[in-house]
């Protein structure tokens, strides 16, 4: 023990000095900057996104990016470059064309993922811009056509009869806002209610929808609305290599009530299988080749109608064709019909695992195949493109803003309900130019 500095006086330091500790204020502790938390979203932020002027208007924009899966949802969003106001919608599938926009205005865009209560199920996209533009030709009108195979009434019983079907396929056709229909497969026979098939579509679609021609044309047929189109001169043609049941191409020359032009819109049928697809050793069989020759034939026939009756207007052809891209040896029908000059919009030739020669603005559901066999779901091989047996064709003066396979799909990509026709409709929208 240190001299002078007994146990008694140590306590009162030792006071001193807790007090004094206690009485100072500790240094603050600074802490380190953390990130906001973000949510787990169960799905990646969409990527691809892409939008450009549409040749569909001076205040209309196209975006396009890549899928999320099916039956996906989507919102976009996209803010005005002047007045900085935002716009929203949430569309269904990775595309969608946007209107009534201020003409020659930058507009920014970006996506994301949203649940089907519309709350966001991925970040946003990166931002992309695009400005709108007046079009070459301003004074064009949306004319929207489609091809059907409605299926006949050999069928019955189940979900595969007319009697369930009738209402899904005028359904279908009226859900389209369709001015225009190449039909196939609608009978002249009559239904359980006492009318022909294809009548029995009319009356459910309204006064304002007419067939072109009241001949039997082994159920290939034109239906409009007369409110939208008139007809100014009309035809059919048989085509040889079949006779049961015989084969038809059915035409027409139309006026567009609201741009007053005309165009030639021709639809046909072409002979069912045997068509088969390419083995790997290259071979068809005999009836496969037989088959392939007579739709070949058929195909040229169709395009020998054209060429008589459409005085040099611009063409629409729709159809049911019976051949795909892997048919053997080849997809007879479409390499006529390009030989010919005529345009598939969604560029799906032979063999064709991606677009080739594509010229729409939009497509939708393009990566079903058009037959769908009655399943609960329709079919597809991962491509862009699916297999497809049925078209809608153009002349390389017609402008395609939009082709779709229709197809009602839920979350799961099945049928919503029973499908209508064992063929999916091919629907698209397009501008007649001015002749």
């Known amino acids: 023990m240190r001299p002078g500095f007994g146990r008694e006086q140590r306590w009162p330091l030792l006071i001193a000095v807790v007090l004094a500790a206690l009485l100072v204020p500790a240094p603050l ?23 450009s002027p549409s040749a569909g208007g001076a205040d209309t924009v196209v975006a396009t990016w890549q899928s999320r899966g099916t039956a996906v949802r989507y919102q976009v969003r996209w803010v005005n470059g002047r007045t900085g106001e935002a716009v929203s919608r949430i569309v269904n599938v990775p595309a969608t064309t946007i209107g009534g926009l201020w003409p020659n205005t930058r507009y920014y865009l970006r996506v994301r993922v949203v649940t089907a209560s519309g709350k966001a199920a991925s970040d946003w996209s990166p931002v992309v811009h695009t400005r709108t533009e007046l079009p070459d030709d301003p004074d064009a009108s949306r004319l ?70 009241a001949t039997n044309t082994a159920g290939t047929r034109i239906i409009y609305n007369s409110d939208t189109l008139t007809v100014t001169q009309q035809g059919t043609a048989r085509l040889s290599g079949s006779s049961n049941p015989k084969r038809f191409a059915t035409w027409a020359i139309f006026t567009q009530l609201s741009s007053g032009r005309s165009f030639f819109f021709v639809n046909t049928h072409l002979i069912q299988e045997p068509g088969g697809a390419v083995k790997s050793s290259g071979t068809c069989s005999g009836s496969a080749n037989k088959a392939y020759k007579i739709r070949k034939s058929q195909a040229s026939q169709v395009v020998a109608v054209i060429r008589a009756h459409s005085r040099n207007l611009p063409v629409v052809l729709t159809g049911d064709m019976n051949s795909h891209k892997f048919a053997c040896p080849n997809n007879g ?39 769908n066999h009655y399943k609960s779901a329709p079919k597809s091989h991962g491509w862009v493109n699916g297999s497809n047996v049925d078209y809608v064709w153009v002349s390389k003066s017609v402008t395609t803003l939009v082709y779709e396979t229709v197809v009602n799909l839920n979350a799961a990509g099945r049928f919503v309900g029973p499908p209508p026709s064992d063929h999916n409709m091919i629907r698209a929208t397009v501008l007649i130019p001015a002749s």
């Open 29 to 51: 502790a600074i802490a380190e900057p953390t990130a906001p938390l973000r949510p787990a979203y169960p799905y990646a932020s969409p990527v691809g996104l892409d939008a």
């Open 144 to 213: 929207r056509v489609a091809t059907f195979n409605i299926h006949n009434l050999k069928t019955t019983g189940g979900v595969k009869s007319w009697k369930v079907r009738r209402k899904l396929v005028a359904q279908t056709i009226r859900g389209e806002h369709l001015d225009l229909v190449g039909l196939q497969e609608a009978e002249a026979k009559k239904t359980s209610s006492g009318v022909a098939q294809y009548r029995d579509v009319l009356n459910q679609l309204g006064p304002s929808w007419r067939a072109t021609n």
């Open 333 to 371: 029908p479409y390499q006529v019909y390009r030989s010919a000059g005529l345009v598939d919009p969604i560029g799906n030739p032979d063999r064709s695992r991606s677009p080739v020669g594509a010229s729409t603005e939009l497509r939708i559901h393009t990566q079903y195949d058009t037959s």
